[in-house]
């Protein structure tokens, strides 16, 4: 029979957790198709909940202690379990679960079936039809609760998933050895576990269910959450939401397209100067050292686009070292294209609307005429062909 844990971290909770295990067994030795056990992991707490687990431990043969020298945090103690669980008691599931009894055991079977139905993380979450927060709980509490999930989900841009800081949950051992590196550093160790995890879990792929439950308030022992709660969850989340946004090849191409422009720019205004003593030895006709200047300025925002493009928007895609001569020139193509298509929409829109002033703007008093918009809308619709070129043609997916 596959085997399950019930990873209860514990800090202080000797008034609490006699009560939990003892909630806890009758339900655990119902489930049938799960040998169902549970782990304390207790950080050598000053009020000795651990000998109260030891006294428990000669009533109840499914119940294990693990005994930490310090105290670091629940996410430490969470994986200090989860290794311990996995490894050395070889289970194939663990329960996250609080000694306050906030958390309904009884939901435990429902949790179980969504793993037997082949899902690889299930949450019992408070914010879905049937699931919900103590009435009892204070305006502020309630709104903290409810506006902090919702924030989370705003941030991530990933409302698959509708309760993001609930403690109770059940994971698989695939889950946990595929987040398992990522969460192994310092910043883990405290309550940033829970949002980390979820969100480490979701982005590997993994399928996620949510069950609903009722959070009760605990009535013995009090809560560890602090103030640093709200400030190193936001932390967390706007780091690795920049470094999502940072990692989406739409906006590695802006950067890029960005960059190169700013070079030709720069470029352009030292080459002209440069260019600018040979003005009368070497110039036939319509090649003026502006027109050169700016060929080359070109040309070298092209190849640097090309060369950044290659090695970081589409890293991925990376060309082989024969096809970059080809892929060059198609490059330099698409590049034209986009030019042509400002010029030819620059022609048709003044013939079509003509030029006329629009409004002045603020501050700058600079008038914007019917021209900006049009060059405006022209170097959109140039962008847009340009990263179709790219990502359909020059780093076309290889089937
Ligand atoms: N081992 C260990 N357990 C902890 C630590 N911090 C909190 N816990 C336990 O984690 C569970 C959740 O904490 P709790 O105070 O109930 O947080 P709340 O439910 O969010 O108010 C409880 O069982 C705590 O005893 C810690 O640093 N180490
Ligand atoms: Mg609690």
Wanted: avoid cysteine; glycine fraction near 8%.
């Amino acid at each position: 029979m596959p085997k399950a844990i019930v990873i209860i971290p514990t800090y202080n909770e000797a008034l609490a957790i006699t009560a939990a295990i003892e909630a806890l067994i009758p339900v655990i030795e119902s489930v049938h198709n799960w040998q169902v056990g549970i782990l304390i992991v207790d950080d050598t707490s000053p009020d000795k909940t651990y000998e109260v687990v030891e006294k428990l431990q000669k009533k109840h043969s499914q119940l294990h202690l693990l005994l930490n020298q310090n105290k670091a945090g629940l996410g430490a103690a969470y994986l200090k379990g989860m290794d311990y669980a996995f490894n050395t008691l070889h289970a194939e599931v663990v329960f996250e679960f609080d000694a306050d009894l906030s958390h309904d055991p009884t939901k435990i079977p429902g949790l179980l079936a969504k793993i037997d139905e082949g899902y690889d993380l299930v949450l019992a979450s408070r914010y879905i039809p049937g699931g919900g927060i103590p009435e009892n709980w204070g305006l502020h509490r309630k709104f903290l609760s409810v506006v902090g999930n919702l924030a989370i989900r705003v941030i991530l841009a990933n409302f698959s998933v509708s309760d993001w800081t609930g403690g109770y949950r059940a994971i698989t051992k695939r889950v946990y050895e595929s987040v398992l590196p990522e969460l192994s550093s310092e910043r883990f160790s405290g309550y940033t576990f829970q949002i980390g995890f979820l969100h480490t879990a979701i982005r590997h792929g993994f399928k996620v269910a949510e069950v609903p439950f009722y959070f009760k308030d605990r009535t013995v022992g009090k809560s560890k959450l602090g103030p640093e709660y709200i400030k190193n969850n936001l932390l967390y989340l706007l780091r690795v939401r920049a470094q999502e946004i940072m990692n989406m090849r739409i906006v590695k191409f802006a950067v890029v397209g960005g960059g190169s422009a700013m070079l030709q720019l720069v470029a352009l205004s030292i080459l002209r100067v440069l260019f600018t003593p040979w003005q009368d030895s070497l110039w036939l006709g319509f090649i003026t050292p502006f027109s050169l200047a700016t060929f080359i300025a070109i040309e070298l925002a092209v190849i640097t686009n090309f060369i950044l493009s290659n090695l970081w928007t589409f890293a991925d895609r990376k060309l082989k070292v024969g096809e970059i001569p080809g892929k060059f020139l198609q490059f330099n193509l698409a590049s034209a294209g986009s030019i042509l298509i400002q010029l030819v929409l620059a022609f048709t829109t003044e013939k079509l609307f003509g030029l006329r002033p629009l409004f002045v703007l603020p501050v700058l008093n600079k008038v914007i005429d019917t021209g900006i918009v049009f060059a405006v809308l022209g170097i959109l619709i140039g962008m847009f062909w340009n990263f179709f070129a790219y990502s359909r043609i020059v780093w076309r997916k290889k089937a």
